[in-house]
């Protein structure tokens, strides 16, 4: 017993080591890429991890409302996120997946959009407000998607256990599985949304248009909260990897987890292209499209309630 | 919106190749009628204070030590390469380089000063003498600058006041 | 250890504020330039961020008025340290063609302290990457102050008391110096 829990969480912290130091070289291939469409030449791929060495040697300046409380949520932006990355299965099983289940993982997710709000309202400012309140805004449309897709997934497979479901179990219904693919394709447009790149990074990547929520950090809280944002950006595509694309999850362990890391990387190209070609949407444009989006994920939950 | 259009906005981008200059490592020259810093050529500079006159921005300073010596300064900090002080020069003394690469840390980098000997007479001694005593005001010291503030006297009758005649403004700052 | 390797990188990703106090936005649009793709400066690390708290060098143009003093300070107090302060353009660094103007000020130097100058009007793009690269200790500087002095005042004279009678010719001598 003991044993099995000692693996348990030695898996966990090398799930969550291997999430730490991988997320800024993901930023970095983002921003290469970036460049490579505009044309240029960027910055080299190890930029990130530059930019977080030189946030951590800043001078910490306090300032706005509760500087308590901006001291805990910017740690508790990364550990949420982190924690997180112990659920997703990395092509073997997750290693703690026998500590949650299905809706355990939905209230994470959930957990790391609110450490922007609390961090926005830590600081205060007009910006900040501004931007937390667009980014409760987009909260409430977006959630929901992910949300559904699990439960479809836990529908067809009929438990909430999440190697059941983080396993490609949305297409596990009898003949074509019509929810599955409807769902595949709204998670792939709603992608965006959920790692905060372009069309729809309205809130805190908004550091160019107001300053947002993250105006008032400095030096090391900010480079824990950029940090989050990375970890953020691999451990949503590992989910969705792990939902929709889990095809060769089940090789043997150098093989299995580099196919993982492969197709992680192939969905940052994705995400690289739309986000380089694409102007920022307005926030009801945003909640326009997250609407309709909503409306055609419930119809696939209402079909994989009868089946299909 | 459409996806046609985003994947030709995309292409048309890589089709581009990387078109950066790696500007630091290679030299990158300005093109032939660009005007850079100028260089003040003190063999054919007469000392006549023609461009100190014709400056927009007041950048050269003039200042007579005695009847035989004139010192020209050119700070550098306020030029805006305009070119007006070569156009005036009779002696074509100034030339516009194409130099700009003036980046420094010391703003004092950029000055460059000139101390002239005012020619003579062979058979008396002295210098030139004008004719009228409104020009004769000008060789005796008329235009006089503050060379040590750095800073244009603006009202003839300064140099004669120990005290500056402009003053700094204080502002408060919190 | 931890922070010597934080030190070092600090001079490979510098993150920039942007902070007009009232130029005319020429050397605005020549800083914009240098983050455009010809020019593309993001290949040093430098990225162009929205709020002073996050930037580590301020560039600075247009000069110091009097209704924007304070808030230029402010943005220069907000910055943590280790900070730098760029003066773009002839304004920044001297006060410009305005300097004797109502509301000017006079150079920036007057309202926060300056590290590095880049003067022009405006400079050129190649002129503020060199100004970055400087700062960096990529190339070194090419300016110096210039000084000509006249040493030897070498007029001879030729007066009526220098004649001399040698023989039956009259000649002048030549005096050392006056």
């Known amino acids: ?308 | 919106m459409s996806i046609a259009s985003k994947v030709k906005e995309a292409l048309v981008g890589l089709k581009a190749g990387r078109v950066t200059l790696d500007y630091p490592a290679q030299p990158r020259p300005a093109p032939e009628n660009f005007r850079g810093r100028p260089i003040f050529d003190a063999q054919k500079c007469i000392g006549c204070a023609g461009c100190a006159n014709n400056c927009p921005a007041r950048e050269i300073l003039v200042f007579d030590v005695c009847q035989e010596i004139r010192i020209l300064k050119y700070l550098g900090r306020r030029c805006t390469y305009c070119g007006r002080c070569a156009d005036v020069c009779p002696e074509k003394a100034i030339t516009m380089s194409r130099e700009f690469e003036t980046a420094t840390n010391k703003i004092g980098d950029v000055q460059q000063r000139l101390d002239l000997f005012m020619s003579t007479c062979q058979r008396c001694g002295r210098c030139f003498k004008e004719p009228s005593p409104l020009e004769q005001l000008k060789l005796k010291g008329y235009r006089v600058d503050d060379l040590e503030n750095e800073r244009w006297i603006f009202r003839s009758r300064a140099y004669l006041e120990s005290e500056p005649v402009v003053d700094d403004i204080k502002i408060e700052l919190d | 250890m931890l922070k010597n390797l934080c030190q070092k990188m600090f001079g490979r990703s510098l993150w920039v504020y942007h902070a007009n106090s009232g130029g005319c936005n020429g050397c605005d649009i020549e800083v914009l330039n240098v983050l455009t793709p010809y020019y593309d400066v993001e290949r040093f690390g430098i990225k162009l961020v929205g709020s002073p708290r996050h930037a580590d060098v301020m560039l600075c143009q247009g000069p110091a008025m009097r209704s924007t003093a304070k808030a230029l300070r402010a943005a220069y107090d907000a910055m943590p340290s280790p900070k730098l302060v760029f003066a773009i353009g002839g304004c920044a660094c001297g006060g410009g063609i305005w300097h004797d103007s109502y509301p000017v000020l006079g150079p920036v130097e007057k309202v926060v302290p300056v590290n590095f100058y880049i003067p022009g009007c405006p400079p050129r793009p190649e002129a503020i990457i060199y100004g970055v690269a400087v700062a960096a200790g990529l190339v070194d500087k090419k300016v110096a102050p210039v000084e000509f002095k006249q040493l030897n005042l070498p007029i001879p004279r030729y007066h009526p008391s220098d004649l001399k009678g040698r023989g039956e010719m009259v000649v002048y001598e030549k005096a050392e110096k006056i």
């Open chain 1, 1 to 308: 017993m003991t044993h099995n829990m000692l693996w348990r969480i030695v898996g966990g912290l090398a799930n969550v080591q291997a999430v730490l130091l991988v997320a800024p070289l993901c930023e970095g291939v983002l921003r290469k890429v970036t460049a490579f469409l505009q044309s240029r030449k960027g910055p080299p791929l190890c930029q990130p991890y530059i930019d977080l060495l030189k946030l951590l040697g800043k001078e910490d300046i306090e300032s706005g409302e509760s500087p308590s409380l901006q001291r805990f949520v910017s740690k508790l932006a990364l550990a949420a996120a982190l924690t997180v990355a112990c659920l997703v299965p990395m092509g073997f099983a997750a290693p703690m997946n026998g500590a949650g289940d299905v809706i355990l993982l939905i209230y994470l997710l959930t957990l790391c959009g609110i450490c922007t709000l609390l961090g926005g309202l830590a600081a205060g400012s007009t910006y900040s407000l501004l931007g937390i309140g667009r980014e409760m805004m987009t909260m409430i449309a977006l959630e929901p998607l992910f949300a559904i897709a699990l439960l479809v997934g836990a529908v067809h497979v009929g438990s909430f256990r999440l190697d059941a479901v983080l396993n490609g179990s949305v297409y596990a219904a009898q003949g074509i599985p019509w929810s599955g693919l409807i769902l595949l394709v709204v998670m792939i447009m709603s992608f965006q949304a959920f790692v905060q790149r372009v069309p729809f990074d309205i809130a805190e990547a908004e550091t160019e248009l107001m300053e947002g929520p993250l105006s008032e950090y400095s030096g090391p809280k900010l480079a824990l909260f950029k940090w989050a944002q990375m970890v953020r950006l691999v451990v949503h595509s590992g989910l969705f990897v792990a939902l929709f694309v889990p095809w060769g999850s089940g090789l043997a362990f150098p093989l299995g987890w580099m196919l993982f890391w492969a197709k992680v990387l192939v969905l940052v190209l994705l995400v690289t292209v739309v986000a380089a070609t694409h102007a920022r949407y307005r926030i009801d444009q945003a909640i326009r499209y997250f609407a309709g989006l909503l409306a055609v994920a419930f119809g696939a939950l209402a079909l994989a309630a009868y089946g299909f």
